[in-house]
């Protein structure tokens, strides 16, 4: 059974930083694809930053030069620091996984940034 519980968000003010976790389980983390994706207030869901099985991470436009991907294989998380935050990054943040062609995703982590 595969589970992502995400972790850290909260109120910043703009300027601030955030970082997010996603702890895995039911994958084999190492050589899983991983992504963060958020959600905001009557929006649709969109994609923020992700990485490939061959550890290659692509960002969001809105995302380049914020925020970063890591992963500790060791811990089986993936973390998404976010710098610089601006009120327009207010959104749920949900970790996904792939998996024998579905898509597994967390209850998400909510991140509001005021002004």
């Known amino acids: 059974q595969v589970q992502l519980v995400e972790s850290g968000g909260g109120l910043v003010q703009a300027g601030e930083s955030l970082r997010l976790s996603c702890a895995a389980s039911?994958?084999?983390?190492?050589?899983?694809?991983m992504g963060w994706y958020r959600q905001a207030p009557g929006k649709q869901r969109e994609s923020v930053a992700s990485i490939s099985l061959f550890g290659a991470i692509n960002y969001a436009d809105s995302a380049k030069g914020r925020f970063s991907l890591s992963r500790d294989n060791a811990l089986n998380t993936v973390y998404l620091q976010m710098n610089s935050l601006k009120p327009e990054d207010t959104a749920v943040y949900y970790c996904?996984?792939?998996?024998?062609?579905?898509?597994?995703w967390g209850k998400g982590t909510l991140v509001t940034v005021s002004s």
């Open positions: 039911g994958i084999i983390f190492r050589t899983n694809a």
């Open positions: 996904a996984a792939p998996k024998n062609g579905r898509t597994y």
